[in-house]
C-alpha cells in the first residue's frame, strides 16, 4: 500500500508539472506577429517622387504699338515633375497627421501663338506675338492630415509653394504700309521684339492621395496636386530699325508695354517613402 500511495503522489506531482509545462509551452509557441501595420504610422520619412503635370498660364499683355491694344491668352503646358520628400507622421486612434516638405523639378513647357491687331483698324499697326513658358526649381511646404486602417492611409494635404518660372514673349511688327506690303506687294521688312522674364514665384497647392505600407520600413504612394504659383509680371519696352520707303530707306519702331503671367498646374505623382520608425518596436 505504501508503494501504491507513493505512486499516486507521484503520478499526480508529474501530471500538474506536466500541465504547467504544456500550458507554459503553449503560449510560447503562440504566434505573435512582428509587424501589424494597423495604427503604426508616427515616423519620420524621407522619399521620391515622379510624375506628370499639366499647366496653364493665362497671359494678359497690355502694350503700345502704334496704339494701345490689350491681349488676352491662354497657354497650354505639359512636363515632369520629380524630386524628393520628408516629412513626420504622429497619429492618434485611426487619424494621422503631420507636416511634409517637397522639393523638386517642375517643367511646365508650352507655346502659344496668337494675332494682335491693332484696335484702330489700321493693319501698320498689327503685331503678333508668340508666348513660350518653361519652369524649374519648385518646393511646398504642407500639412498633412489622414485616416489610417491597415496598411493604408488616405490623406489630404495643403499648404505653401514656390516655382522658378520663365516666360519669353517674341513679337513680329507688319510695318505693311512702310514697306509696300498691306496688299500683297514686296515683302515687308517686320519689326522683330523679343523679351525675357524670370522670377521665383509663391502660391498655394492642395492635394490628396493614399499610401500603403508595403514593409515595415517601405510605403507606396499615389498622389494628386493642384499648384496656384500666382503672376509672373514683366514690364518691357524695345526698339527695331527696318527698311522702309520714308527717311532715306531707314524707319524705326517701338513697342513697350507689361505682360502678366497667372501660373496654374496639375500633377499625379507616384513616390516611395522609407519610413525610419514604421510599424513601432520592430
Known amino acids: 500500500m505504501r508503494k501504491i500511495a507513493s505512486a499516486a503522489v507521484f503520478a499526480a506531482c508529474f501530471g500538474v508539472s506536466g500541465g504547467v509545462q ?38 494678359t499683355d497690355v502694350f503700345d504699338y502704334h496704339g494701345d491694344p490689350r491681349a488676352d491668352n491662354s497657354v497650354e503646358s505639359t512636363g515632369l515633375i520629380t524630386g524628393v520628400q520628408l516629412g513626420y507622421n504622429l497619429q492618434s486612434g485611426n487619424f494621422v497627421y503631420g507636416i511634409e516638405a517637397d522639393l523638386g523639378y517642375l517643367n511646365l513647357s508650352g507655346d502659344k501663338k496668337a494675332a494682335l ?17 518653361s519652369g524649374g526649381l519648385y518646393g511646398d511646404l504642407t500639412g ?37 506690303d498691306c496688299n500683297g506687294r514686296a515683302a515687308a521688312t ?43 509680371s514683366s514690364s518691357y519696352a524695345g526698339t527695331d530699325t527696318f527698311a522702309c520707303r520714308f527717311n532715306d530707306g531707314t524707319c524705326t519702331s ?13 500633377a499625379v505623382m507616384v513616390g516611395l517613402n522609407y519610413q525610419f520608425n514604421f510599424g513601432g518596436d520592430r
Not at 493604408?152 to 505693311?176: E, I, P, Q, R, W
Not at 492621395?209 to 517601405?218: I, Q, R
Not at 517701338?254 to 496639375?266: F, N, S, Y
Request: glycine residues 12%.
Open 22 to 59: 504544456a500550458a507554459d509551452l503553449s503560449l510560447k509557441d503562440t504566434p505573435v506577429s512582428a509587424y501589424a501595420p494597423a495604427l503604426q504610422w508616427p515616423s519620420f520619412y524621407i522619399g521620391g517622387h515622379i510624375g506628370g503635370v499639366r499647366g496653364n498660364i493665362d497671359v
Open 254 to 266: 517701338t513697342l513697350h508695354g507689361k505682360t502678366d503671367a497667372d501660373i496654374t498646374a496639375d
Open 144 to 180: 498633412r492630415l489622414g485616416y489610417a486602417t491597415g496598411s493604408t492611409l488616405v490623406y489630404a494635404k495643403g499648404g505653401v509653394a514656390f516655382l522658378n518660372a520663365k516666360m519669353n514673349s517674341d513679337y513680329v511688327g507688319a510695318n505693311c504700309t512702310t514697306t509696300y
Open 190 to 232: 517686320p519689326s522683330n521684339f523679343g523679351f525675357e522674364s524670370s522670377d521665383t514665384l509663391y502660391g498655394w497647392t492642395l492635394g490628396f492621395g493614399v499610401e500603403y505600407a508595403l514593409s515595415p520600413s517601405w510605403s507606396l504612394k499615389l498622389e494628386y496636386q493642384h499648384f496656384d504659383f500666382g503672376s509672373l
Open 117 to 133: 491687331p491693332n484696335p484702330t483698324g489700321v493693319a501698320e499697326n498689327d503685331i503678333s506675338a508668340k508666348y513660350s513658358t
